[in-house]
């Protein structure tokens, strides 16, 4: 973690899959567990980037938020959540839209 | 550049010069996030559309789920990101521009100048030393203008990050 074209605007999309109907198939083979997400050391976003996204993905407070990225940023991960599936699911595309590097672990 | 905040969001006065590269900004991440990742470099989309993580756990079978869905996140910002550059280009062209980028935006705006200082550090292939060289004594090229502009952007973001929190500590 770091320490401190004209006329595009009528471009079609590129088609993305039905997701879905994939969400849907593939949820229903699953069986219930749990699962952690873990955020990881990069260079490229700030300490006070990932804070900030901690508070508002996670909702975590700023001491909180302060912790994980320490940790992140001493031990080169933090294991931010432990949730149900879907949920840590929401959390793992919502850090990652912010660019994060996140990963999501079976607790089984 | 100078960052003030307003009623429900902020003011960003930014010069000429400023409002040039942020403009040029904003027109190439809208072309990059209209392409499907395997349309990206492979050092772009491993930045960006990296799923590696998720594969092991056992997603393999949604690959391409995860990938569409992430590029759908990206592709959707492109119509807020029409409407800034309408804004500065509503100012004449080289003047300084005024752009009051309301609450509901912000972190919208957080997450494409983040993809920018991301897609620049993959591009230019930025490695953790890199980060901290001392400017002045890196050689003149890619590397050292990309990261000028990752520290460019990094401080834009600070300043926004500053200024939003000082209401909710």
Redesign the interface.
């Known amino acids: 973690m770091?320490t401190?074209?004209?006329g595009?605007?009528t471009?079609?999309?590129?088609a993305?899959?039905d997701?879905k109907e994939?969400?849907k198939e593939?949820t229903q083979k699953?069986p219930a567990r749990g699962?952690i997400v873990?955020v990881?050391n990069d260079?490229?976003?700030?300490m006070?980037?990932v804070v900030?996204v901690f508070?508002?993905v996670l909702g975590f407070n700023?001491s909180k938020a302060r912790i994980h990225m320490m940790e992140v940023h001493v031990q080169g991960k933090s294991c931010v959540a432990k949730e149900n599936r879907e949920k840590a699911e929401l959390y793992?595309?919502q850090l990652?839209?912010?660019?994060l590097?996140?990963?999501?672990?079976?607790t089984d | 550049m100078q960052l003030s905040k307003i009623k429900n969001g902020f003011r960003l006065l930014l010069s000429g010069m400023e409002r040039m590269v942020l403009e040029e900004i904003l027109?190439?991440l809208?072309?990059l996030y209209?392409?499907?990742p395997d349309?990206l470099d492979e050092r772009i989309r491993r930045q960006?559309y990296?799923i590696e993580?998720?594969l092991?756990?056992?997603?393999e079978?949604?690959r391409?789920?995860?990938l569409?869905?992430?590029?759908?996140?990206r592709?959707e910002r492109?119509g807020l990101i029409?409407a800034w550059i309408g804004i500065m280009e509503k100012f004449p062209p080289g003047s300084p521009a005024v752009w009051d980028v309301p609450e509901d935006q912000v972190?919208s705006l957080?997450?494409v100048f983040?993809?920018h200082?991301?897609y620049l550090?993959a591009w230019a292939d930025?490695?953790?030393e890199d980060?901290h060289m001392e400017f002045t004594k890196l050689p003149e090229g890619p590397k050292k203008e990309s990261l000028l502009m990752?520290h460019f952007m990094?401080a834009v973001?600070?300043w926004i990050?500053?200024a939003i929190?000082e209401d909710?500590?």
């Open positions: 770091k401190s074209a004209q595009f605007y471009q079609a999309a590129t993305v899959p997701v994939r969400k593939s699953q699962w873990v990881w260079h490229i976003n700030t006070s980037f900030h508070r508002k700023t793992w595309e990652k839209g912010y660019g590097r996140v990963t999501l672990e079976s | 027109k190439s809208s072309l209209l392409k499907a349309e960006w990296d993580g998720l092991v756990s056992g997603y079978h949604e391409e789920y995860w569409g869905h992430l590029q759908s996140m592709s492109i029409s972190e957080l997450m983040n993809d200082r991301l550090a930025i490695q953790e980060m990752i990094e973001q600070e990050i500053r929190s909710e500590d």
